[in-house]
């Protein structure tokens, strides 16, 4: 499985941003997709997840109302549309599949119930 995201890049504070994270090599349709961010100095932090069905979505708190997490299976690909951004949102930010089938909050946030991993896109708000 390959994951690619595309979409970062440089927005002013209360601006938005889409971030699409295209998956190729396996069943995608079965596949848990979810987003991660890593600022510089911090360790990686759970953005959202959804589930193959698309049915199921978890944000982390401090991105609810502002993210939102969806899927075009038809396309292979997942995106994350990102409003008010913040300069705390800056990041490099990651998207992840996974293999197994779990639906809790718990599980879709954490690193390890991730199989594949991109490479990561940048998005930079100044403050």
């Known amino acids: 499985v390959q994951l690619v995201e595309s979409g970062g890049g440089l927005v002013q504070a209360g601006d938005s941003l889409r971030l699409t994270c295209a998956v190729s090599?396996?069943?995608?349709?079965?596949?848990?997709v979810g987003w991660f961010r890593r600022a510089p100095g911090k360790e990686r932090e759970f953005v959202a997840a959804?589930?193959?069905?698309?049915?199921?979505?978890h944000y982390a708190d401090s991105m609810k109302g502002r993210f939102t997490i969806s899927r075009d299976n038809a396309e292979n690909s997942v995106s994350l549309q990102m409003n008010n951004v913040r300069p705390e949102d800056t990041a490099v930010y990651y998207c992840?599949?996974?293999?197994?089938?779990?639906?809790?909050?718990?599980?879709?946030?954490?690193?390890?119930?991730?199989?594949?991993w991109g490479q990561g896109t940048q998005v930079t708000v100044p403050s």
């Open positions: 959804i589930t193959w069905s698309g049915d199921i979505t």
């Open positions: 992840a599949a996974s293999e197994s089938y779990k639906t809790s909050y718990y599980d879709l946030a954490s690193v390890g119930n991730y199989d594949y």
């Open positions: 090599g396996r069943a995608f349709g079965r596949n848990t």
